[in-house]
């Protein structure tokens, strides 16, 4: 019975493991680049929104209404692309 379920559970893995397998180099470079674009994307658009969050913070008192508007639609934008690089939206 050991046996039998130990033959099952590694063929089971090996099938899940054939994908990987399947990659030649230059797919797995071009995936390991997109992932790690999609990395300092994520990384960059999370720095943006801190920097607008801190602007905003500092209020009307350094900016106008105008300025804090525009400081406010460039984080609803930054925020917006962030969901759509992290597969929220």
């Given amino acids: 019975m050991k046996t039998s379920a130990c033959i ?9 493991a054939v ?3 399947a990659l030649d180099a230059s797919e797995q470079a071009r995936c390991n680049i997109s992932a790690h674009t999609c990395f300092n994307v ?3 658009l999370q720095t943006r929104i ?9 209020g009307e008192g350094n900016y106008s ?10 984080l609803q934008a930054a925020m917006d692309q ?6 929220n939206k």
Avoid: C, H, W, Y
Wanted: charged share 30%.
């Fill in 8 to 16: 099952v559970i590694s063929t089971f893995l090996m099938s899940a």
């Fill in 19 to 21: 994908p990987v397998f």
């Fill in 42 to 44: 994520t990384e960059n």
């Fill in 50 to 58: 801190a920097k607008l969050r801190a602007k905003i913070t500092m």
């Fill in 65 to 74: 209404a105008k300025e804090m508007k525009m400081l406010e639609q460039k």
């Fill in 82 to 87: 962030l969901d759509k690089v992290e597969g």
